[in-house]
């Protein structure tokens, strides 16, 4: 598995990571998953991950990366573009 962004989160990422691909294997690819039973792990990693971002500086950066990439964003339809040849 991977290493977390955040070295102080590796732990929380590892114990994700282990927990999801259990689950994944042995229940959601079997049918038998009702629920993801990881998900308070991941809220764990979450939190560690979103704090260490922050104590970094690096949650605005973030935001305002979010804020400018609108090519997925309904609420701000892509303009078309108007290609002209000529020959």
Do not use: V
């Amino acid at each position: 598995m991977s290493a977390s962004l955040a070295t102080e989160c590796n732990e929380a990422k590892e114990r994700y990571d282990s927990c999801f691909l259990k689950w994944y294997s042995e229940k959601f690819l079997k049918g038998n998953a009702s629920s993801d039973e990881c998900a308070p792990l991941f809220h764990d990693y979450q939190s560690c991950l979103t704090r260490a971002l922050k104590d970094k500086g690096l949650d605005k950066m973030i935001e305002e990366a979010r804020k400018g990439n609108n090519d997925n964003d309904p609420s701000h339809p892509r303009q078309k573009c108007a290609f002209t040849t000529t020959h």
